[in-house]
């Protein structure tokens, strides 16, 4: 019995494509994602909601309307930094939220193979501050650098499999009491 309500949604937009790095950009990477991990929860018979059709990515200034209505947001990204060296996952939310933040990374760093940065505040990284969390209360998951090869490369290797841990760590949090 499903007890809580789910939305994922792809940061970024048409209009807005995020950081460019290795041959992506970061709305191509984590649209792709949402359209995966939707694909798989819907698989385990999780009801969600997310930000656009299959291929869709509406601006985030509607995101993190939708967001706000959710017992579980997240908006999925991709870090950036000037050093192709830096690595890793991490999320960004409300204290409230950073228990299941930490779950989060731990199963995408597991998966990946990338280094774990761990949960983290609002004002954290390059992507703080925004109305998702500030506002909508959501997660922003920063999946992997797209700035790091490395880091690009296992994420195209693993992607599949990343969706499918995820939307099983996620089944499992929609049926919780609390
Ligand atoms: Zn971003």
Same mark, same amino acid.
């Given at each position: 019995m499903q007890t809580r309500t789910l939305f994922i949604s792809a940061g970024h937009s048409d209009a807005d494509p995020g950081a460019v790095g290795n041959g992506y950009t970061e709305a191509d990477i984590v649209l792709e994602f949402?359209?995966?991990?939707?694909?798989?929860?819907? @698989?385990?018979? /999780?009801?969600?909601? #997310?930000?656009?059709? !299959?291929?869709?990515?509406? !601006?985030?200034s509607k995101a993190w309307r939708l967001a706000a209505t959710q017992d579980i947001a997240l908006e999925f990204h991709c870090n950036a930094f000037r050093a192709?060296?830096?690595?890793? /996952?991490?999320?960004?939310?409300? !204290?409230?939220?950073?228990?299941?933040?930490?779950?989060?990374?731990? /199963?995408?760093?597991?998966?990946?193979?990338?280094?774990?940065?761990? @949960? #983290?505040?609002?004002?954290?990284?390059?992507?703080?501050?925004? @109305?998702?969390?500030?506002?909508?209360?959501?997660?922003? /998951?920063?999946l992997f650098f797209i700035s790091n090869p490395q880091d690009v490369a296992r994420y195209q290797r693993w992607k599949l499999q990343l969706a499918e841990v995820l939307a099983e760590l996620l089944a499992e949090e929609v049926m919780c009491a609390d």
């Open positions: 949402r359209d995966l991990l939707a694909g798989a929860l819907r @698989a385990r018979g /999780v009801e969600f909601s #997310k930000d656009g059709e !299959p291929g869709q990515n509406l !601006p985030l192709a060296t830096a690595t890793g /996952v991490e999320t960004l939310s409300w !204290p409230g939220q950073m228990d299941l933040g930490g779950r989060i990374c731990n /199963v995408i760093s597991e998966t990946l193979d990338i280094a774990n940065r761990g @949960a #983290k505040g609002e004002a954290s990284g390059q992507h703080s501050r925004l @109305a998702f969390v500030s506002r909508g209360g959501g997660i922003i /998951v920063e």
